[in-house]
């Protein structure tokens, strides 16, 4: 039987969907720049504590590193970690 999303508890300052579960929801952990070289600008707007428009405007103003691709904006993973100041293992 699927699991109903109203079933689970609302995210409220970091309490979270149990992991072993689908709750149609993100994954709020950073990702690993070796494994996602690129993300949406709507995802990384959340790791950057903004809305997706504030996160176009800070990318086209060169607040948040992007780049175009065909008509696609992505963020490079590593420059975000870089800039929000998270390290991985083996990066420089």
Known sequence: MPIRRSWFPV???GIQC???????MASDRFP????EP?????RASRFFGLSS???YDAAARGDIPSM???RRIVVPTGR???QLGIRFEGLR
Request: net charge neutral; with cysteine; proline share 7%.
């Open 32 to 35: 690993d720049p070796r494994d």
């Open 53 to 55: 428009s504030a996160a």
């Open 11 to 13: 995210r409220l300052r």
């Open 68 to 70: 175009r691709i065909g």
């Open 80 to 82: 975000a970690a870089q």
């Open 38 to 42: 690129t993300m949406t600008i709507e």
């Open 18 to 24: 149990p992991s072993q579960y689908d709750c149609g």
